[in-house]
C-alpha cells in the first residue's frame, strides 16, 4: 500500500528538519526549537464572501455545533461492499508553468472474499521522473495492489480550531443555501481572519456541506498552513461524496495537495486527485 498524504508530509517535514540542522549547526550549536504558527496560504480562494452579519455568523456557528460526520467517516468503508473504477493522478510542480512530473493511473477493485479487493490497472500513463527525488514518496505505488487511502480521516488531522468556542473571533463565518447529489445542503464556509489572532491559526480555509436535514457531513475542502523556522507547508485536502441510493454515500472525488518550502531548497508542490467511477453494489 503506498504512503498516506500525511505520512508523505511527515516525511518532507522530517527531512527538512535535517537539511536545516546539518545546516545551521555550522552557525549554532544546535538546532533548538523552531517557532511553529500559521499564515496565509497560497491554496486559499481568490473569492470569498463578505463578512457575514451577527445572525448569519450565528446560524453559521449553530451548523457546526450540530454537524455529524458518520457519513462522511464511513464513505470509504462503505467501498468493500462495490465494484468500481478508480483514476488516481499525481504531479509535481516546480512553478507557475505547470507540472514537471506527473503519474496518472486506472484501477478497477473487485471485492474479493469480503475483505479485500481483486485489483487490475486498465491504463497507465507518466511524464517525468519522481523517482530521482524524495517526492518519489506521492507516486502512485508501482503495485496496485493497495486500496484507496481512507482520505475522510486525514482531512481533520486534528480538531478544527474553528470548532472551539474560544478560538471563534478568530474567524469569519458564513452560511449559504444549495443542492448537492440532489439533496438540499447547508454550505458553512470557514476562514481565519486577518486581524487578532486570525493570522496564527494553522486552519485557514474550510468549506464543508452540511446535509440539511440531517447535518451529515458530505464534502469537505480544507486548507491549513504551518510556518517554523525550518519550513513552510501548506496542505489542501478536498473529499466530495456520491449518493450510492438510499442514505449510502461513496466517495467521488479526492484531492490532496502540499506546498513545502524548505530551507536550502527551491519550494516543491505536489498534488494527488482521485475519481471514482462505475460503481455498482456486490
Known sequence: MQ????????????????????????????????????????????????SAGDDERARAIELLDKMQRTTFDSAFVQLQNYAFTRTVRTERRNGPAGPDAFRERTLTYTPDDGSAFRVESIRADSSGSFDASVLGRFAPSSDPDGIPTNLAAQAFPEEPPYLAERKREAFH????????????????????????SGPEQSARFAELTLHHDTHQLLAAHTVYTERTLLYAQDTVFRILLRRAGGETWLPRETEFRALLDMILRDPLEIATRSTYSELTAS
Open 173 to 196: 463565518y458564513n452560511v449559504r443555501s444549495d443542492t448537492y447529489e440532489g439533496v438540499p445542503v447547508d454550505v458553512v464556509v470557514v476562514q481565519a481572519r486577518n486581524g487578532d
Open 3 to 50: 504512503p498516506s498524504p500525511i505520512e508523505r508530509v511527515r516525511f518532507l517535514k522530517s527531512l527538512a528538519w535535517l537539511t536545516a540542522c546539518l545546516t545551521i549547526t555550522v552557525l549554532l550549536t544546535g538546532c533548538g526549537e523552531a517557532t511553529s504558527g500559521g499564515g496565509p496560504s497560497a491554496f486559499t480562494p481568490e473569492s470569498l464572501p463578505a
